[in-house]
């Protein structure tokens, strides 16, 4: 799906969600609206996808499954604020990064780990002296990030992505907060696809017993958790899964959310 497509199918829930455009970015020459669709709630969950341009599965879900995510989220009172492609050039060219070849993932916060020594995200568990809201970055991540500060901070937030390097038709997270609560998303994505448990996923991450990974690299995810969100994620699927597993995994951890976002603080 190219990016006009996608766009018109966005527009195109103006009946069930405020759709708006937070912002514009220009990549190559060509024009690409940034969108974000609110449905009112008396709780919030934050869903945001498509940082990475091949991971297209979350903003795919979104695209096709939004109002059954609507019809979820308002029967539990629970309003939504949904950035679905982030990343809107990558997701045209199929590309992990924008078309200038900038990353928009991480980059929402720097750590001051001793005085004047900063870092964008913590390699190892160690003890820090604060953070900050980070300011530059890619002009995809500076939209959003703007965008989401002008908010409070919601009671759930979930960031669907997924991962181009293992193989296979697999999922796990990374997640903050109560690991209890994300157990039963496991259980129920294990029925789909197998979960990836106690193995190496990168250079510096190993998924727990239960899929699960907590790490401290200056995403949305993590500046959330610096906020006190109770229950923060970052899905990954990875690519090889079949779409409609994908989707199938996006929709147990989007309704998953939304739940918790109804538990509240």
Known sequence: MNYSDYAQRIRSFATLAEVTEYGRVTEGG????????IVPGERWLVITSGFHGEEPAGPLTLAEH??????????RGVGLRVFPCINPSGFEDGTRYNRSGEKPNNDFMRYEVTPGEWKGELSRPQPILRWVLF?????ETRAV???LARFPPPDAALDIHQDNYLGGEATYAYTFGDKNAYRPLVDAA???????RNQKVDE???TDADGLIEYHDGSI??????QGVPYAAALETTTPTPRAKCHAVNLIWIRGFI????RGR
């Not at 060509?30 to 669709?37: A, E, H």
């Not at 294990?190 to 990836?196: C, E, K, L, P, S």
């Open 30 to 37: 060509q024009d690409y609206p940034l969108f974000r669709l």
């Open 66 to 75: 939004f109002p059954e995510v609507v019809a979820y989220a308002r029967e």
């Open 135 to 139: 300011d530059g970055g890619p002009k």
């Open 145 to 147: 990030r703007s965008e």
């Open 190 to 196: 294990a029925r789909h696809v197998q979960v990836v």
């Open 204 to 206: 510096n991450n190993v």
């Open 221 to 226: 995810t993590d500046w959330y958790m610096r």
């Open 259 to 262: 739940d918790l976002a109804a």
